[in-house]
T-cell receptor, first 116, second 114 residues
Framework: AQKVTQAQTEISVVEKEDVTLDCVYETRDTTYYLFWYKQPPSGELVFLIRRNSFDEQNEISGRYSWNFQKSTSSFNFTITASQVVDSAVYFCALSENRDGDDKIIFGKGTRLHILP | DTGVSQDPRHKITKRGQNVTFRCDPISEHNRLYWYRQTLGQGPEFLTYFQNEAQLEKSRLLSDRFSAERPKGSFSTLEIQRTEQGDSAMYLC????????????FGPGTRLTVL
C-alpha cells in the first residue's frame, strides 16, 4: 500500500537557522512521483517540487533543497537560512501513476514555525 | 486569473442540509480531482474525472456525496444530509494529459456544519 509518513508534527526554529523536514514513503511500484507542497495560513496548496522515481539527483532551488534517497525511501526537504515567511505547513506526497491513476497521497504535514 | 477556482470559499450550514460546491479547472485541463482536508491532516483523495467520466471514488465518499462533471469542464460536489463530521476544507485540483502532469490546486471551500 502507498503511504507517506512525516514524523515531525511541528518544528520551531529561529530565523536564519537551517531546518530539515523529513519524509518517508512506502510504495510497491517502481515508477512513482514524490512531491512537496507548502500550505501557508491562507490555505492554498503551493507546489514546490515534483521528483520521479528514476531521478535521484538532489535538487536545489534558492534556499530550498531536496534529498531523495531510494535506499531509505526518503525525500527530505531542507530550508537554508530560514525566514519568517517560510512559516507554513509542509506536505510531502506520493503518486504512483499506475494505469493512469495519478491521485496524490499526502502525508499529515509538518507545521513549521520560524521565530523572529 | 487562469488558475483553478472554487465557489463558495466558505459555507456554513446546519446539520441535515444539502450543500453543493463548484470547481472550475484550468481551461485546457481534462483531469479534475476532489480532495478533503480536515484540521491537522493532509488532503485526502475523494474522486477524480477524466473529461466527464468519473474514474475513481475513494471509500471516503459515502452515499451522501456525489460529484459530477457534466460537460467535462466545471465540476460540482454535493453533500446531502450534512453531518458535523463533514466539516472540512474541500479542495479541487486539475491537471492536463498524462504522462504525469502537475496538479494545480484551487483555494478550497471551507465547510462548517453546525
Amino acid at each position: 500500500a502507498q503511504k507517506v509518513t512525516q514524523a515531525q508534527t511541528e518544528i520551531s526554529v529561529v530565523e536564519k537557522e537551517d531546518v530539515t523536514l523529513d519524509c518517508v514513503y512506502e510504495t510497491r511500484d517502481t515508477t512513482y512521483y514524490l512531491f512537496w507542497y507548502k500550505q501557508p495560513p491562507s490555505g492554498e496548496l503551493v507546489f514546490l517540487i515534483r521528483r520521479n522515481s528514476f531521478d535521484e539527483q538532489n535538487e536545489i532551488s534558492g534556499r530550498y533543497s531536496w534529498n531523495f534517497q531510494k535506499s531509505t525511501s526518503s525525500f527530505n526537504f531542507t530550508i537554508t537560512a530560514s525566514q519568517v515567511v517560510d512559516s507554513a505547513v509542509y506536505f510531502c506526497a506520493l503518486s504512483e501513476n499506475r494505469d493512469g491513476d495519478d491521485k496524490i497521497i499526502f502525508g499529515k504535514g509538518t507545521r513549521l514555525h520560524i521565530l523572529p | 486569473d487562469t488558475g483553478v477556482s472554487q465557489d463558495p470559499r466558505h459555507k456554513i450550514t446546519k446539520r441535515g442540509q444539502n450543500v453543493t460546491f463548484r470547481c472550475d479547472p484550468i481551461s485546457e485541463h481534462n483531469r479534475l480531482y476532489w480532495y478533503r482536508q480536515t484540521l491537522g491532516q493532509g488532503p485526502e483523495f475523494l474522486t477524480y474525472f477524466q473529461n466527464e467520466a468519473q474514474l475513481e471514488k475513494s471509500r471516503l465518499l459515502s452515499d451522501r456525496f456525489s460529484a459530477e462533471r457534466p460537460k467535462g469542464s466545471f465540476s460540482t460536489l454535493e453533500i446531502q444530509r450534512t453531518e458535523q463530521g463533514d466539516s472540512a476544507m474541500y479542495l479541487c485540483a486539475s491537471s492536463g494529459e498524462l504522462p504525469y502532469n502537475e496538479q494545480f490546486f484551487g483555494p478550497g471551500t471551507r465547510l462548517t456544519v453546525l
